[in-house]
C-alpha cells in the first residue's frame, strides 16, 4: 500500500518533498535503469527527517521489536526508526560480512544468485518485524529478508521502503507479506534538483 | 579524546554489548562487532546520544558515514544534530558522478567516493564510523571532504584500537571515540 491512499496522509506535501528529493540517474547501473537515488534525499534534513517521521508514527504502536534493514541502503533508514519505536536494529548483509555465526538465504538475481545473512541468535522466536530498505523493484531481496526472519519464528509484520512500484509481478503482497511503500519511482530526471547536484545528462 | 576516560555511566553499558569475534577475518584479528550493540534499544540509544551531546549547536552541515556500518551510526547523529548525511562508499556503488580516494590495505589498494555536488565549500563535516583502526579509511574520507573545501571539524566512532595508533593518521585532525580495545 502507498502512504499517499491512507487517511491521514493523502496530500500530505511531505510525501511530494520526499519524491521531489530523490534524484533519478538514467541508465545506472546499466542501459533502461532509471535509477532512484536516495543520496539526494540525505541531503535535504527536513525531507530525511519526514521520511522517517512517516514510518516512525506507522509502526510506533505495533509492538514492533525488531527492524531488519538490508545492506547497504536499509542501513541508512533503519537505525533511526528502531531508535524511535524502542526496537532493536538488525543488519541483513551480504556474504561473509557479518563475523559471527550466520544463516543464509539464497535468491535469484537477473543473473545467476546472490545471498542475505543474519546472526544467528539476533532475533528470537515470536518477535514482530518489520524489513526495511530504500527501494523494491523484483522483490527478490525483500523475500530473502522475509524468509531469513521467518526461519527463526519471528512475525513479519510489513515490508517498508521509501521508493516502489504500486504492484511487485503484480501482487501488492511480497510473501504475502504487505508492503507499505512512501513514493512511486520517478521516470524523469528532476530539473528541480538541489543546487549543486549535477544531473547525469 | 574518550568518552572512556571520561567515565560518562552510559559507556560501560555500551561497551558491554559490543562483541568480540577472535579470528574473524582472518586469524589473528580479534573483531570487535557492534552489531550485539544494535540489538540492545538502550545502549545503542546512549551511543547514539553521546554523540548527538557533543556535536549539536555546533554548527555541524554534514555527516559522513563510511560503508557499511558507518550507515548504521551517521543517519540518527545527522538527523538529530540538523545536518545532512553523505555516504562515503565502495567504488561503483554511487550512481552519480562521484570523486575517488584511493587508500592502502595491508595488501593492496582500496578506494573511497563520494557524490560531486553533496557537500559544498565552507561546510563544517563530521566523519563517523564503528570503529578506528589503522586510520586508513578515515583518512581516505577526510581528504574526500577537504578536497570539496569542507572542513573537517572532527572523526567520530564507537570503539578505537588504540595498538594500532589510527590517531595518528588523522593528519592533526581530533579523534572522539567511545570506547577503547586492547
Do not use: W
Amino acid at each position: 500500500m502507498f502512504a499517499g491512499d491512507q487517511n491521514g496522509l493523502q496530500g500530505d506535501p511531505r510525501l511530494k518533498a520526499i519524491s521531489e528529493a530523490i534524484r533519478v540517474v538514467p541508465h545506472f547501473p546499466k542501459p533502461g535503469i532509471m535509477f532512484q537515488d536516495i543520496t539526494t534525499l540525505l541531503l535535504d534534513h527536513k525531507a530525511f527527517k519526514d521520511t522517517v517521521d512517516i514510518f516512525v508514527d506507522r509502526y510506533r504502536d505495533m509492538a514492533i521489536s525488531v527492524v531488519a534493514g538490508v545492506e547497504a541502503r536499509g542501513f541508512m533508514f533503519g537505525p533511526s526508526i528502531a531508535l524511535a519505536i524502542g526496537a532493536k536494529f538488525v543488519p541483513l548483509r551480504k556474504p561473509r560480512k557479518l563475523p559471527g555465526e550466520v544463516i543464509s538465504e539464497a535468491y535469484v538475481l537477473e543473473y545467476g544468485t546472490d545471498c542475505l545473512e543474519m546472526h544467528v541468535g539476533a532475533v528470537q522466536p515470536g518477535e514482530r518485524a518489520l524489513v526495511i530498505d530504500d527501494l523494491v523493484a523484483t522483490g527478490g531481496t525483500l523475500s530473502a529478508a522475509i524468509r531469513l526472519l521467518e526461519r527463526v519464528g519471528a512475525e513479519v509484520v510489513e515490508c517498508a521502503c521509501v521508493v516502489g512500484l504500486r504492484e511487485v509481478k503484480g501482487h501488492h503482497r511480497l510473501n504475502g507479506k504487505p508492503l507499505y511503500i512512501l513514493v512511486e519511482p520517478r521516470q524523469q530526471t528532476n530539473c528541480s534538483a538541489p543546487s549543486g547536484i549535477i544531473s547525469s545528462l | 579524546m574518550s568518552a572512556y576516560r571520561d567515565k560518562d555511566p552510559r559507556i560501560h553499558g555500551i561497551q558491554s554489548k559490543i562483541r568480540v569475534v577472535p579470528n574473524f577475518p582472518k586469524p589473528g584479528i580479534m573483531f570487535q562487532d557492534i552489531t550485539t550493540l544494535l540489538l540492545d534499544p538502550k545502549a545503542f540509544k546512549d551511543t547514539v546520544d553521546l554523540f548527538v551531546e557533543r556535536y549539536k549547536g555546533k554548527n555541524i552541515s554534514v555527516v559522513a558515514g563510511i560503508e557499511a556500518r558507518g550507515f548504521i551510526f551517521g543517519p540518527p547523529i545527522a538527523l538529530e544534530i540538523g545536518a545532512k548525511f553523505v555516504p562515503l562508499r565502495k567504488p561503483k556503488k554511487l550512481p552519480g558522478k562521484v570523486i575517488s580516494e584511493e587508500y592502502e590495505l595491508e595488501y593492496g589498494r582500496d578506494c573511497l567516493e563520494m557524490h560531486v555536488g553533496a557537500v559544498e565549500p565552507g561546510e563544517r563535516a563530521l566523519v563517523v564510523d564503528d570503529l578506528i583502526a589503522t586510520g586508513g579509511t578515515l583518512c581516505a574520507a577526510m581528504n574526500l571532504l577537504e578536497r570539496v573545501g569542507a572542513e573537517v571539524v572532527e572523526c567520530a566512532c564507537v570503539i578505537e584500537l588504540p595498538d594500532l595508533k589510527g590517531r595518528e593518521r588523522l593528519n592533526g585532525k581530533p579523534l572522539y571515540v567511545l570506547v577503547e580495545s586492547h
